[in-house]
């Protein structure tokens, strides 16, 4: 395509010449609120002409609400969260529309993309943020011009790009638990048509979470770095070409097992409730007529007990005894090629992009001091023993053992045109993407004599083509029409084996069989095909909007979003228990394509020169949304019907010189029906997972002079009302309403190449999770990950060049 394109452009001698680029080195404003550049519609326009809720956060806001990573912009957007237990397990959640299978070869309903790069795995969708021009949160289904699995919407990484004007900067940030950030750049012209920017940024500190087993490392710590290189060639006004090159790893970095030790006891219902310190739990007390836990009250299954470090039972979160490996390796090498070209009346994009991944991700006795693990050796029940590293302590048969391995690599490419004519500016094109990836995994409970191994492949062949139309009747009004057609071809098998039992698993298009050492398992009991590890899924998305604009700055909007997401595969990390449980796992491993149809209205106007205001009001109509259950000891996918609605609103105002007022609001109320709870008989209906009721940010600056320099005070703040993480929504899985807090204050001095500021996040030192999942069933406890505690940091940068 490079060449081809090539041979079109004529007078590749020409001197350089800007050409129309896509995306905006970052949002243009005047005086006021100014106008915001945005390229929701694949195309550079102002927020107020796109009938989309569209929230940005500036180059400016980026660093001053100091975000370091692609989570971190929760904090500064309307009802997006995030669910990761790791930094190498990010899926986004807009409007309670979330993945929440944790295995490494399922895609996400919320499409992340860096540049015109799109992360198809969840092990992908974190990484380190730095020399951004700006950041994109499409809330709603953006299934016509993104595509692929953007049922909830899609956030866009948008970076700096090359200038023919040297400069650049460097910075480095100081703080809490030995924290070192250093990031920089440099941009400039090599000849007169070929201009590149070089960025980059290393992260380390010591680990947040303090293990207090003498001689272990503190968990919670960064450890990596970054580096992106962008090669930019204008050889005429009508042809550009950008070579961007992404390089990113984390050695041994330990973010992996940063669980706080919270036991619980499955009820009834097999759900999880929270163990009080001087409450037994009866179920492992008695498991298969053995004691598991001793006897010992408020300890998880294992019989490990610690109120000191236990927040349920009044402990400190960040605190733990861990003697195992938590930790995360992680490499991901990529490279897109982008075309822009004038070819007759249609403007045409090539973006071709390849990327690599390689991860292995362990952790091990999840807050226990942990006997050493050895594969395939039974323990009998409330082993105990002293620790290697440390005698005086008590060690126990370890909880849990998990590992993910996984090798990925990813090509796509995509072709567009678009064309004004007449009132019409139509945009149309066709994607591709060749998606493989080989898997490993384990979860293993040893203290329970349970040790599986599993393996799998997964390949996907996706193909798609897209066409949008926006017709202008007038000044005033608009209507915009669209509609893509997709097709996925997936192959995959699925192996795995239990040491200590012999059980075994195989599951794939050469055939499905089983090994039950029990000899409960019946094979006439399978109902699926080996066809069924080979299937091709299709469907259509659209879109239909009727925009009003009664002035420049107004827009009112009414739209239809048809999205949908394709099927797939739930393989677990483990094996399922002999007999029937095995049976409904091979039977339940393939789901269906979710379709999500989104019926919305809007409102984006500025009040005078100094306030823009957005309002958002949605209902969602869920079929077949796939819902990630736990039927007994099982975990998989299921399809269930579902609905959402919600009032979203945004402000930004101006009110005197220096001063900024940022706030935000979402009310919604979800419904999925038919939730089967573990115990296979207790139906119930659920909200959709980390979707409150109520959600809100704010931000607070003022920036003024003194003595020849620049002065800003910052505060901001997050709420959030109570939510489950789970559509199982167990009594230890639900999440009471929060609020965390964070100030920054800044100072420019005069010369303005030098910026310095201090900051406490979390200022009022908050008590809250980021990430639960009830393991109740498995080893006696809810793996919980809290946010960070109060930290503070100290931050310079020098500006260079022009």
Same mark, same amino acid.
């Given at each position: ?542 879109? &239909? +909007? #009727?925009?009003?604009? @009664?002035?420049?700055?107004?827009? =009112?909007? *009414? %739209? ?88 979203? &609103? +945004? #402000?930004?105002?101006? @009110?005197?010189?220096?001063?900024? =007022?940022? *706030? %935000? ?89 030098? +910026? #310095? ?46």
């Amino acid at each position: 395509m490079a060449l081809a394109a090539t041979a079109l452009i004529p007078g590749l001698a020409q001197a350089q010449a800007p050409a129309p680029a896509e995306t905006a080195a970052a949002p243009q404003t005047d005086n006021g609120t100014g106008d915001i550049v945005v390229t929701a519609q694949r195309r550079e326009q102002k927020l107020n002409d796109v009938g989309i809720a569209v929230s940005v956060i500036s180059a400016k806001d980026l660093r001053a609400l100091n975000i370091n990573n692609a989570t971190d912009i929760v904090r500064a957007i309307p009802n997006l969260k995030y669910n990761a237990y790791g930094s190498s397990q990010v899926v986004f959640n807009i409007r309670g529309v979330s993945q929440n299978d944790y295995g490494d070869q399922q895609e996400p309903p919320v499409a992340v993309y860096q540049d015109d790069s799109y992360a198809a795995s969840i092990t992908t969708a974190g990484f380190p943020i730095f020399d951004l021009a700006r950041t994109e949160a499409l809330r709603g289904p953006q299934g016509t011009l993104f595509g692929r699995n953007a049922t909830g919407g899609a956030v866009q990484f948008i970076s700096n790009q090359p200038s023919h004007e040297f400069g650049g900067y460097l910075s480095a940030t100081t703080g809490s638990f030995n924290q070192s950030i250093f990031e920089g750049a440099v941009t400039g012209g090599l000849t007169q048509t070929l201009s590149a920017r070089v960025s980059g940024v290393y992260d380390r500190d010591s680990g947040y979470i303090k293990n207090l087993l003498p001689g272990g490392a503190n968990l919670g710590a960064n450890n990596h770095w970054a580096t992106r290189g962008i090669l930019q060639w204008d050889p005429t006004s009508d042809f550009r070409a950008r070579l961007t090159v992404r390089y990113t790893q984390a050695d041994h970095e330990r973010q992996a097992g940063v669980y706080t030790l919270t036991p619980a006891c499955p009820n009834a219902q097999f759900q999880g409730e929270f163990l009080a310190a001087n409450q037994v739990c009866d179920y492992w007390n008695n498991y298969g007529g053995t004691s598991y836990n001793g006897g010992v009250p408020g300890s998880v299954a294992n019989g490990y007990a610690n109120p000191a470090i236990t927040a349920t039972q009044g402990g400190n979160p960040w605190q733990t005894y861990s003697a195992g490996e938590n930790y995360v390796n992680r490499k991901q090498f990529a490279a897109t090629l982008r075309l822009e070209a004038k070819l007759g009346a249609f403007d045409v994009t090539s973006i071709t992009d390849y990327q690599n991944l390689a991860k292995f991700y362990i952790e091990s006795d999840d807050g226990v001091p942990g006997l050493p693990y050895v594969e395939g050796a039974a323990l009998p029940p409330f082993t105990t023993g002293p620790c290697a590293s440390a005698p005086s302590v008590t060690c126990y048969a370890s909880g849990t053992i998990f590992y993910q391995r996984a090798r990925t690599q990813q090509i796509t490419q995509e072709l567009r045109a678009a064309t004004h004519f007449g009132n019409n500016y139509l945009t149309m094109g066709a994607f591709g993407m060749l998606l493989t990836g080989n898997y490993g995994a384990k979860y293993a409970t040893p203290f329970d004599q349970y040790d599986p191994t599993v393996q799998f492949y997964q390949r996907t062949k996706s193909f798609a083509v897209f066409a949008q139309d926006e017709y202008k009747f007038d000044d005033h009004w608009k209507l915009i029409l669209g509609a893509r057609y997709w097709r996925d071809s997936k192959l995959a098998w699925y192996r795995a084996a239990e040491a200590i039992s012999g059980l075994t698993v195989n599951w794939g298009p050469s055939g499905i069989n089983f090994f039950d050492p029990t000899g409960a398992a019946q094979a006439s009991g399978i109902t699926v095909t080996p066809a069924a590890a080979s299937p091709t899924y299709d469907g259509v998305t659209a879109r &239909a +909007e #009727l925009d009003y604009k @009664p002035g420049p700055d107004t827009l =009112l909007y *009414a %739209s239809y979003n048809r999205g949908s997401k394709s099927g797939g595969f739930t393989f677990s990390t483990g094996t399922p228990f002999p007999g029937q449980a095995l049976i409904d796992t091979l039977n339940n491993i393939p789901y269906r394509p979710e379709t999500l149809n989104d019926y919305e209205v809007g409102l984006k106007t500025k009040i005078g020169r100094n306030i823009q205001f957005n309002l958002a009001a949605f209902y969602y109509d869920y079929k077949n949304y796939q819902a990630y259950v736990q039927v007994g000891y099982t975990q998989l996918v299921r399809n269930l019907p579902a609905t959402i609605k919600g009032v979203e &609103a +945004e #402000l930004t105002a101006h @009110p005197i010189e220096g001063f900024t =007022l940022q *706030a %935000s609001a979402a009310v919604q109320d979800s419904k999925v029906k038919n939730v089967l709870l573990p115990d296979g008989v207790t139906l119930v209906n659920h909200d959709l997972p980390q979707a409150p009721g109520f959600s809100g940010n704010a931000l607070v600056r003022y920036e003024f002079g003194m003595g020849g320099a620049r002065i800003s005070l910052q505060g901001d703040a997050l709420y959030t009302g109570k939510f489950c993480f789970s559509v199982l929504c167990a009594p230890d899985e639900r999440e009471g309403a929060y609020h965390v807090e964070n100030a920054r204050i800044g100072v420019i001095p005069a010369g303005g190449k030098l +910026e #310095l500021a201090f900051f406490v996040n979390n200022l009022f030192n908050r008590v809250y999770r980021s990430y639960a999942f009830d393991g109740s069933l498995y080893w006696g406890d809810a793996l919980s990950v809290y946010g960070k505690p109060r930290t503070w940091g100290l931050t310079a940068r020098i500006n260079f060049g022009n």
